[in-house]
């Protein structure tokens, strides 16, 4: 159950995308370690203040308002469904998009909602300013059992800022 935990908090990054110039990124610019740590930070806060106070968190909705913009869930799709995505059709494309996200949102929320404050840690992100995909390396340490290792894919958006101020905005 801890292993679903955290592999669930943790796998709801990956395949995330960020946003940044296309150019090398200015100094203010976030790079994509750096948002999964912000995004974790903020989910795993709530999470612990809610169980504080003794309250429920209502996962589903921490799950779709700081998690799901970070997906590009046609990509993830594409990817789970392969060679096949290209015999469907588009009105089949869309729905299996839209059920792949259903299937996700349900898993991820499961494992949120049982998070018991496993500590998660970002490696050093070993990629060039400008590259376009990047791989974004964690660990999460349970006690008792062996760190599970975790690697998010990540690629950049075609937006600026967009999202991460969107991201920075919500809990305001």
């Known amino acids: 159950m801890h292993r ?9 990054f990956g395949l ?4 940044a110039p296309a150019q090398p990124p200015a100094p203010a610019a976030v790079q994509p370690d750096v948002l999964l740590r912000s995004v974790t930070a903020e989910v795993t806060a709530v999470l612990k203040r809610d169980a504080a106070a003794g309250q429920p968190t209502d996962v589903a909705q921490l799950v779709e308002k700081m998690i799901l913009p970070l997906f590009d869930f046609p990509r993830m799709t594409r ?3 392969a060679r096949n995505w290209g015999q469907a059709s588009p009105e089949q494309q869309a729905a299996l998009v839209e059920q792949f ?3 996700l949102v349900r898993t991820y929320s ?14 050093p ?3 060039a300013p400008v ?10 340490r349970r006690p008792g059992v062996e760190a599970l290792t975790i690697d998010y894919d990540i690629r950049r958006a075609s937006t600026a800022d967009g999202l991460i101020k969107a991201l920075a905005d919500k809990n305001r």
């Open 101 to 103: 996200t259903a299937l």
């Open 79 to 81: 990817i789970a469904v």
């Open 125 to 127: 992100l070993r990629s």
């Open 4 to 12: 679903m935990v955290a592999a669930g908090l943790a796998a709801c």
């Open 110 to 123: 499961t494992a949120l909602a049982t998070y018991s404050g496993q500590e998660i840690r970002y490696l």
């Open 131 to 140: 590259d376009s995909e990047v791989l974004v390396r964690s660990s999460v």
């Open 16 to 19: 995330a995308v960020w946003n």
